[in-house]
């Protein structure tokens, strides 16, 4: 029987360059975003339940949830962060993404196991000065990933997490920005690789995870940021 994924958040960040590189591994991808329409196996993104419900319909079941939320990252500095501050980042970036790996593992469960990959960020891992609000909803996601992963593990549902950081998206590093020699130098500065990743590149990762190749692994924060923390 075919393999059925889920991916979220399809059109942004590294989204399109995840579906390419699921279909392109075999199994059937089911698309979702805020942006889409029902169409195919493109579906529209509402709540975490419909969401779930609509794909598993869709596919016949569900084997895996890759769940790739994005949201911009303006500066919060810490005398900024009030609730009203910081509430969009944990709705987007933390409560949504949860929701949905619970409403994923029943479904998961009844096609006998499956694999959860959140894809987060990096960035929180070695700080980031200016960017409380941002990396405080990332960490919760990579700080729930090693419960969830021990928790699911007898049902044979695999969580991990693909954490990218300076991966060239016209969401966080846009190419207008790097056009910028000053602007561009002092970031590549950061990274001992010296250049940015590609989407492609985290995508490879998140099929590894995805895809069942790799299904012994769980637990995990795969950090994709050329030798940065």
Do not use: C
């Not at 954490?163 to 998206?169: E, G, K, L, R, S």
Request: net charge neutral; hydrophobic share 50%.
């Amino acid at each position: 029987m075919t393999a059925v994924a889920l991916l979220t958040d399809a059109a942004s960040f590294i989204g399109p360059a995840v579906a390419a590189r699921l279909r392109a591994g075999g199994g059937r991808v089911v698309e979702a975003d805020a942006s889409f329409a029902d169409n195919g196996d493109a579906i529209a993104q509402t709540s975490p339940e419909e969401t779930v419900a609509k794909a598993a319909a869709l596919g016949g079941r569900l084997d895996a949830l890759v769940i790739s939320a994005a949201y911009p990252a303006p500066r919060t500095p810490a005398e900024s962060l009030s609730a009203e501050a910081t509430r969009p980042f944990f709705e987007k970036l933390a409560i949504e993404p949860l929701a949905l790996a619970a409403a994923a593992i029943p479904h998961l469960k009844r096609a006998g196991g499956g694999r959860i990959v959140f894809v987060t960020s990096a960035g929180p891992l070695g700080g980031i000065p200016g960017f409380g609000a941002y990396a405080a909803a990332r960490s919760a996601i990579t700080g729930a990933v090693k419960s969830l992963a021990l928790e699911l593990a007898p049902d044979n549902i695999s969580v991990n997490a693909v954490a990218p950081n300076y991966i060239q998206t016209e969401m966080y590093y846009p190419k207008a920005w790097l056009e910028d020699a000053r602007k561009r130098d002092r970031l590549l500065a950061r990274i001992p690789m010296g250049r940015l990743g590609e989407a492609e590149e985290a995508a490879e990762a998140v099929a590894l995870l995805a895809q069942g190749r790799a299904s012994f692994i769980t637990g995990q924060i795969l950090n994709i940021s050329g030798g940065s923390s």
